[in-house]
């Protein structure tokens, strides 16, 4: 089969296409054949070696962690699927590879595929859905009537978190880039403002402030909240993980999810209460230039870059 993947870490052009053997699921794995797989800006911090101390030093690594495809095989122990289920979800950090043909999964972080949803959104929803809810729905635990404000709110974790805030209830402002403030307030995020904002007007506003886009100094996010309120940092660092033990209004995102979560995004995906927009689809055989130009350009913009073996 044909895999994306590298043999050391470092930038865009230590990529490889090359031929591998299909891999065999282990004990409540499945091996599916990929349909879709999405790119997240994770997957160029791993590939970069930013991680290292988490992902190890063994190589080849493949490249990519959120797929959708059909079972073709299952590994022992797994109870909730069977042959020809039509799936999607997230590879764990380590082992990665959803962009292949290919790929061995785990059980866990697995769910069905609504028929209502192609496999290119289903493709695009893990990373991206299950950050933005455990921000708001779990660490968080916002309210109706509660405030939020969503840095990088157009982002896939942004829109997904907002998407997710408006529907509990809760009064969400946002900022993103300037060009795409009208779509955020289509969304019903009020008000958008640009990266650069002034936040001397949000002074003590909000329950919640949540990054996504590592755009919002600490000082500047503690002076937003209201009494008791919380900063939920979802662009993490060793450094900031770090400081969250010094710091009681600063929490780091590391809730954990599984496919529960994913089958509940599925069920408002399909109850039209949510979206996860594709900006862009390319064959396998065109990934890497595609993915070399989403990190280097940040282009495309207003949705994932979607994958298809």
Known sequence: MKRIQYRQYG????????????????????????????????????????????TGRRFPRGLGHDFAGVVERLGDGVTRFKPGDAVFGGTMMRPAGAFAEWAVVDEKFTAKKPAEVS???????????????????????????????????????GRTAAQLALMRGAWVAGSCRDTAQADA??????????????????????????????????DVARSMLKPGGHMIDAALSPGKVVRSVFTRQYKPLMVPWDFKDLETLARVAVEGKISFPVARTVPLDQAIDALTELETRRTPKGGKLVITP
């Open 119 to 157: 496999f290119e959104e289903a493709g695009a929803i893990a990373t991206a859905g299950a950050t933005g809810m455990s921000a708001v729905l779990k660490a968080a635990k916002l309210q109706a009537g509660q405030s939020v404000f969503i840095t990088g709110c157009l982002g896939a974790v």
């Open 185 to 218: 307030e289509a969304l019903g995020i009020d008000p958008v403002v640009g990266f650069d904002f002034d936040p001397i007007p949000f002074k003590g506003k909000f329950d919640f402030v949540v990054d996504t886009a590592d755009a919002l100094p600490l």
């Open 11 to 54: 930038g865009p052009e230590v990529l490889r296409l090359d031929e591998v053997e299909v891999p065999k699921p282990g004990k409540r794995q499945l091996l599916v054949r990929v349909r879709a797989a999405s790119a997240n800006p994770a997957d160029f911090v791993v590939r970069s070696g930013g991680l290292k101390l988490l």
